[in-house]
């Protein structure tokens, strides 16, 4: 990956300082592609890196990518470890929900926060911040002595990795540009994928491996020499970068995307687990509420000249909104998609946790495969890629669905490698060039922002895949066995492969 990313050259760069004039039609206002900026004027395109900042180069990009791993591979780690946890800390369903659950809440409902204060206080600043608290929360889960402990630590690290992703993101956009921006983009997508599948591999290897007696805990302790090492690797290696005009947080849009996302994930995460009590339906008929008073809020906000969280004209760019209408169905599917298989794995086949991982190694083969030959595909076929991506995912669903219903009790690592497989090729199509679709218009002074809607969209369709499919799944097996609930399961990603199919249609062609 590196040796790729080092061969590409980098772009030549204008010799301007910050309040300098630029002409029309100069790089400084033109993408690479020529297209004109969708940007206010004077204000950069994403294809050309704020002015200023310095070129992000390999060994920076290898930084950031690692601070991005490690809060992906979080997401999805513990799912494997989840059985140890209980039965060392005598956890139960319910607060076993909340470890699992608590991570991904608190990740969700404050990445675009994240993305604002790095635009506010600098990227490379809010990076180390998180990283280093990303370090010194996973200790806390992996030193935890009791359950209710371990769900606070989850949380707290959660919030960590919401300020930590976001800086990513918003660095690789305003510190890169052309042809190297598109790279490291394609290659952010395939780390983001190839994270969920080792998270399950790894989970596994480690609880099984009991490294120094540490058990389940060595999944958390793993995070903090590496996330100590990005801390260090990015004072010398990562530009500093903000947004031209620093703007004041938003705080009553803050408090009501909060309280929306809450208002959804919570009951679905937890519904379940505490018996669908009253509190549970209560939060999500307020969901529409808070949703619709969340968005005339940020209208109002945006009209008298103030600075949204979420601004109403970035979610007006096709790109934007087009390509966060794919990421919904791909996130959701995807991640409900290896909660479900983990279960299936581990409970149906009573596989142990390495074997389980180890079932998805193909999938893991195809996606990054996939994503390795991503860019060279979508340079030369565009948004054609994502609509090949959807059709292969739909047939390792298919194929994956029918070896389960065909003859569930010979189901086996080795006969739904071919399925998973093609499945992980389609997935790596879509989530490789997903993020320079989303990210491809949006102006760099805005790119804090931008990745932060993107993130937000990501984990928290990743955590709704995971209440809704996950929820159905464990409701079903009891009564319909739990080959026939997989079958169901797999049926209704297909149906968002197929949604997935059709939005790709309504792209441009070209991706920048």
């Not at 992996?142 to 371990?150: F, R, V």
């Amino acid at each position: 990956m590196t040796q790729r990313l080092a061969a590409a050259p980098t772009p030549h760069r204008a010799a301007t300082t910050p309040g300098s004039a630029t002409t029309p039609g100069s790089a400084a206002t033109r993408s690479p592609a020529g297209a004109p900026s969708t940007g206010a004027p004077g204000t950069p395109a994403l294809g050309t890196a704020v002015l200023g900042t310095p070129a992000l180069g390999t060994a920076g990009l290898v930084t950031v990518l690692l601070g991005a791993f490690l809060p992906m591979l979080d997401f999805f780690i513990v799912n494997v470890a989840l059985p140890t946890i209980d039965e060392d800390l005598a956890a139960g369903p319910a607060v076993l929900e909340l470890v699992a659950a608590g991570y991904g809440i608190a990740f969700a409902v404050l990445l675009v926060l994240g993305g604002r204060l790095g635009d506010i206080f600098g990227r490379r600043r809010l990076f180390v911040v998180g990283a280093t608290t990303f370090a010194l929360t996973s200790l806390a889960c992996g030193l935890a002595p009791d359950a209710w402990s371990l769900v606070a630590a989850r949380a707290a690290q959660g919030a960590s990795a919401a300020l930590l992703i976001p800086q990513v993101l918003g660095t690789i956009t305003a510190a890169t540009d052309g042809a190297r921006r598109g790279r490291a983009l394609s290659v952010y997508g395939a780390v983001g994928g190839i994270s969920v599948v080792i998270g399950q591999v790894l989970g596994g290897m480690l609880v099984a491996a009991d490294l120094f007696g540490t058990g389940w805990r060595s999944v958390f302790l793993l995070n903090v020499p590496f996330a100590l090492l990005a801390v260090v690797l990015a004072f010398r290696y990562v530009p500093e970068s903000r947004a031209t005009q620093a703007a004041r947080v938003d705080v009553p849009g803050t408090v009501l995307l909060t309280a929306t996302l809450l208002s959804l994930l919570i009951p679905l995460m937890e519904g379940r687990a505490a018996g669908w009590p009253l509190w549970s339906w209560v939060l999500l008929a307020l969901f529409p509420v808070l949703a619709g008073a969340f968005a005339l809020v940020e209208r109002r906000a945006e009209r008298r000249g103030d600075t949204p969280l979420v601004p109403p004209t970035l979610l007006r760019i096709p790109e934007m909104r087009r390509g966060l209408g794919i990421a919904l169905p791909y996130f959701a599917g995807f991640g409900g998609f290896m909660f479900v298989i983990a279960v299936a794995l581990q409970q149906g086949l009573k596989l142990g946790p390495v074997a389980a991982g180890w079932a998805l190694v193909p999938m893991a083969v195809g996606y990054f495969s996939a994503s390795l030959a991503g860019p060279r595909l979508i340079g030369r076929w565009g948004s054609r890629v994502l609509s090949a991506g959807a059709v292969i995912q739909a047939a390792g669903l298919t194929t994956l669905a029918l070896t389960v219903l065909v003859d569930w009790s010979h189901f086996s690592p080795l006969r739904m490698a071919p399925g998973v497989a093609l499945a992980g090729i389609g997935q790596g199509l879509i989530g490789t060039p997903l993020f320079r679709v989303v990210l491809s218009k949006v102006p760099a002074a805005r790119a804090g922002v931008g990745s932060g809607v993107l993130a937000t969209g990501q984990q928290s369709s990743l955590a709704l895949g995971v209440a809704t499919l996950g929820t159905l799944y464990l409701s079903l097996s009891p009564s319909l066995g739990m080959g026939r609930a997989l079958a169901l399961c797999l049926g209704i990603q297909l149906l968002g492969s197929f949604t997935i199919l059709y939005l790709t249609t309504r792209l441009p062609r070209s991706i920048g």
